[in-house]
């Protein structure tokens, strides 16, 4: 072998060693796929219009004034005993979680997790039960002048009656709708979710896997990739939910396809010359009790236990993945909150996860995201710096905090460049892990702004952002509301990047 071959053999051992590193050799400017492959209701609003009483979908949140008493409908001490109506006002123990079982029928769950029912043999009711069935089945049946008016039918026929401020039975036979009958109830809806579970399970099994499929095969296209390599984009973030791993036939009410759109994904994004940070939004148990993390009633209840089931998914997107030029990363859960998600036992999931990726792939980089809540943006850095090829993830939203409201837009730019700036620096280190704003985007709290103000705001953002030695995701490429559509921030010249 001549001289000259042995350079270039030396040169392409070399350069094969040293590729996947030299595929980060530039921060990443990616963008969240968000509301694709985990759906958010307010990013698009017309894909629940279709379902039938979606007002009430799963965990959305109810209070229930009995109209001749004028007082609420309680779980006694939260859960655990009999229900009364004996509030004058509603707070914890006088709203309930909605377990939808149809369109008119559902389960009512309590303060403490219990769920309402009729006791054994008998027509009182209680919240004594940890298991639905169908005694803890309840059809609200609503006024047709006036929805927020129910009467709630139990699974002996007949309905739920406040007689008097402690006793409350589901024994009453009669059909009217006056004020003085202890049948009727004034519900008031509190709050509700629209995630994935809501979705699926509001349209049930005959509509959704359709619904779902024309949204996935329309909301994002190869299309938008080429979209979004030509305007400087040269990633994307993924949320996928921890049913993906069941595909094609995940537990119900989730329905199987995702896992084709995300190999689609990855054959486009190797296309056009983009990475893909596969990014697990929703984890069994939900880590942040947010509709986007797949919960069905907004309580946060991952931990400990979940792990290992966790950890599977993982294992099996690793697997799926690890070979694919596009792969960039892997973030093992999104938005952890404190203080329901105890930081031990975090770090024993994201160890147990990094090994589970590094099982399959050694280039693959492992993302670690920060919880959210009161917790030290720093917490992670010293058991991170014990790991290779390792993210810390952080998201930056000048909203979601009281203390934005007030603020004009000169002094939201003065925050980019002065705190976050600051907050940034604290977590990105020489020789620790790499830092990613794996959230971000150009909307804030201020009202009237101007398309120059916008600007601006973005502007510092990309300035500030850029620091971040793994890169930044805007959130997200499409969405209904206008700004926090990065497509429509580019075709609108709200941002250069």
Request: proline share 4%.
């Amino acid at each position: 072998m001549g001289i000259m071959a042995c350079y270039i053999l030396i040169f392409a051992l070399l350069f094969l060693s040293w590729a996947p590193f030299l595929a980060l050799a530039q921060p990443f400017k990616a963008v969240n796929l968000g509301n694709w492959l985990v759906t958010e209701g307010w990013m698009k609003p017309s894909l629940y219009d279709g379902i039938p009483n979606n007002d009430l979908l799963d965990g959305t949140q109810v209070q229930f004034l009995s109209t001749k008493l004028q007082k609420y409908l309680s779980s006694e001490n939260g859960g655990g005993t009999v229900l009364v109506a004996n509030r004058p006002s509603a707070s914890g123990w006088e709203t309930f979680r909605l377990w939808r079982f149809n369109e008119t029928h559902f389960n009512l769950r309590v303060f403490n997790k219990q769920f309402v029912g009729l006791e054994d043999q008998g027509n009182k009711v209680t919240a004594v039960s940890d298991t639905v069935g169908n005694s803890q089945t309840f059809q609200i049946i609503r006024n047709n002048d006036d929805r927020n008016l129910v009467r709630l039918q139990a699974s002996n026929g007949q309905f739920i009656q406040a007689s008097s401020e402690t006793v409350v039975t589901a024994d009453y036979v009669g059909s009217g709708w006056n004020d003085s009958d202890p049948s009727v109830f004034k519900m008031t809806i509190v709050s509700s979710l629209q995630g994935e579970y809501q979705l699926t399970n509001g349209y049930g099994p005959d509509r959704a896997p359709q619904v779902l499929q024309d949204h996935w095969n329309s909301y994002i296209t190869e299309e938008d990739f080429r979209f979004m390599s030509e305007n400087g984009l040269n990633a994307v973030r993924i949320p996928v939910g921890w049913w993906i791993a069941s595909d094609p036939t995940p537990p119900k009410p989730f329905v199987g396809g995702s896992l084709k759109a995300l190999d689609n994904a990855f054959t486009w994004a190797q296309k056009y010359g983009m990475k893909v940070i596969v990014d697990l939004h929703g984890v069994q148990g939900s880590q942040n009790g947010n509709d986007h993390s797949g919960t069905r009633d907004g309580y946060q209840e991952w931990g400990e236990s979940n792990i290992q089931e966790t950890v599977a998914v993982i294992d099996f997107l690793a697997e799926r993945y690890a070979d694919k030029p596009g792969l960039a990363a892997i973030e093992l859960m999104n938005e952890p909150m404190a203080p329901g998600v105890d930081l031990d036992t975090l770090k024993k999931y994201y160890q147990a996860g990094y090994d589970a990726v590094r099982k399959h792939s050694e280039n693959a980089y492992v993302i670690l995201s920060n919880r959210l809540g009161p917790a030290d943006s720093k917490e992670l850095l010293s058991f991170a710096s014990g790991l290779k090829r390792v993210a810390i993830d952080v998201h930056y939203y000048n909203l979601f905090s009281d203390s934005f409201n007030s603020m004009n837009p000169q002094q939201n730019i003065d925050y980019i460049y002065n705190q976050r700036a600051s907050a940034l620096a604290t977590v990105t280190t020489t020789n620790g892990p790499l830092s990613f704003i794996g959230e971000w985007t150009g909307e804030w709290a201020v009202q009237g702004a101007s398309m120059q103000d916008y600007q601006n705001f973005a502007k510092a953002q990309l300035d500030v952002y850029g620091r971040a030695t793994f890169g930044w995701a805007y959130w997200a490429y499409q969405c209904a509301a206008n700004h926090w559509s990065l497509k429509w921030m580019i075709e609108n010249n709200y941002i250069k990047l």
